[in-house]
C-alpha cells in the first residue's frame, strides 16, 4: 500500500509556479522521497528525490519538512507541457524496492 | 541515458490468444525489472519483480501462470500475457533499475484483447 497521501487534483495558471503537496507520516529514517510524474498515456518519467535535505534540479525543488513528515513538489514556472499526474513515493534506496504508487495528484496547467 | 523501450507499443489480439511483451534498457544493464499494469483513470499496479537468471517474484492476486515473465538477460525482460481475455485489455510497463534508486520506466504497452 502507498505509504503517502496527496491531494487528487489541482489547477495552476501557466507561468506560475505549482506547488504540490504529499504527507508521509509514517516515513522511517532511511527511505527516501521520490517524485515521478505520468503524462496521459505514457510511462512515469523521474523528477526528483530526496532524503532530508531540499533538493534541486533542471525540472523542479523537493522541499522536506524539518520532522520529514511532508513535502512539496515546486514546479517555479508551469507550462502546459506539465499537465499530468504527479506521483509522491517513499522508498528505501533501493533498486530491489520497487516503487508502489499511490493515486497522486492530477496537476492541470491553464493558460 | 537510462532509456527503456518497450515493444510493441500498442496490440489487438483475440480472446484466447497469447501476447508477448518485451522490455529492454538500451544503455544500461538492468539487475532487475519490473513490470506494472495500469487499468483507464487509475494508478500503476506492481505485478511482478524480475532479476535475471531467476524467476520472478509475484505480487498477491497476479497469476504467474497466466503472465510469463522471462527475464534472459541484463537488458531483456519479457511479459508473456497467455489466453488472454478481455479483462487483460490495459496499459502494461516495464521499469528497470541498475542497483541505484532509480527506476527508469518504459513508455508503455497498450493491450487491446477482443
Known amino acids: 500500500d502507498a505509504k503517502t497521501t496527496q491531494p487528487p487534483s489541482m489547477d495552476c495558471a501557466e507561468g506560475r509556479a505549482a506547488n504540490l503537496p504529499c504527507n508521509h507520516s509514517t516515513i522511517s529514517g532511511n527511505e527516501y522521497v521520490y517524485w515521478y510524474r505520468q503524462i496521459h498515456s505514457q510511462g512515469p518519467q523521474y523528477i526528483i528525490h530526496?532524503?532530508?535535505n531540499n533538493e534541486t534540479n533542471e525540472m523542479a525543488s523537493l522541499i522536506i519538512t524539518e520532522d520529514r513528515k511532508s513535502s512539496t513538489l515546486i514546479l517555479p514556472h508551469a507550462t502546459l507541457r506539465d499537465t499530468a499526474v504527479y506521483y509522491c513515493i517513499v522508498r528505501l534506496f533501493s533498486g530491489n524496492t520497487p516503487l508502489v504508487f499511490g493515486k497522486g495528484t492530477r496537476l492541470s496547467v491553464i493558460a | 541515458g537510462a532509456v527503456v523501450s518497450q515493444h510493441p507499443s500498442r496490440v489487438i489480439c483475440k480472446s484466447g490468444t497469447s501476447v508477448k511483451i518485451e522490455c529492454r534498457s538500451l544503455d544500461f544493464q538492468a539487475t532487475t525489472m519490473f513490470w506494472y499494469r495500469q487499468f483507464p483513470k487509475q494508478s500503476l499496479m506492481l505485478m511482478a519483480t524480475s532479476n535475471e537468471g531467476s524467476k520472478a517474484t509475484y505480487e498477491q492476486g497476479v497469476e504467474k501462470d497466466k503472465f510469463l515473465i522471462n527475464h534472459a538477460s541484463l537488458t531483456l525482460s519479457t511479459l508473456t500475457v497467455t489466453s488472454a481475455h478481455p479483462e487483460d485489455s490495459s496499459f502494461y510497463i516495464c521499469?528497470?533499475?541498475?542497483?541505484?534508486?532509480?527506476?527508469?520506466f518504459g513508455p508503455g504497452t497498450r493491450l487491446t484483447v477482443t
Open positions: 521499469s528497470a533499475t541498475v542497483g541505484g534508486g532509480e527506476q527508469y
Open positions: 530526496g532524503l532530508k
